[in-house]
């Protein structure tokens, strides 16, 4: 499984931006997609997963209302819709996916096998 993040870069405060995470290779109605973010000398955080099969979602407390996590099957993209974004969303985002992983742990980065490269998101106040 390869997976492809894009979308990052600089915004003002309040505005917007939308990732994707495109994947390659074996995959499965099985598997579940995640975005994590780390800022600079922090640890890794979950931001938001979905489930491939059925849609469901969960999202940090942190981005509740604010970022909406979708999939496109047609295109294998998952993508991050950031709206009302702060300059505490400035971080590398990291999209995720795995095959096994249960619901109580989607929050968990060490839980997803597979990890695409970064994608920067700078946000200015």
């Known amino acids: 499984v390869q997976l492809q993040a894009s979308g990052g870069g600089p915004v003002q405060a309040g505005g917007s931006l939308r990732l994707s995470c495109a994947y390659s290779?074996?995959?499965?109605?099985?598997?579940?997609m995640g975005w994590f973010r780390q800022a600079p000398g922090k640890e890794r955080d979950f931001v938001a997963a979905?489930?491939?099969?059925?849609?469901?979602?969960s999202y940090a407390d942190s981005v509740k209302g604010r970022f909406t996590i979708s999939r496109d099957f047609a295109k294998n993209t998952v993508y991050l819709q950031m709206d009302g974004l702060k300059p505490e969303d400035t971080a590398v985002y990291y999209c995720?996916?795995?095959?096994?992983?249960?619901?109580?742990?989607?929050?968990?980065?060490?839980?997803?096998?597979?990890w695409g490269q970064g994608t920067q998101v700078t946000v200015s106040s």
């Open positions: 995720a996916a795995d095959g096994t992983i249960i619901r109580s742990s989607w929050s968990m980065s060490t839980q997803y096998d597979y």
């Open positions: 979905i489930s491939w099969s059925d849609g469901a979602r």
């Open positions: 290779g074996r995959t499965s109605r099985r598997f579940v």
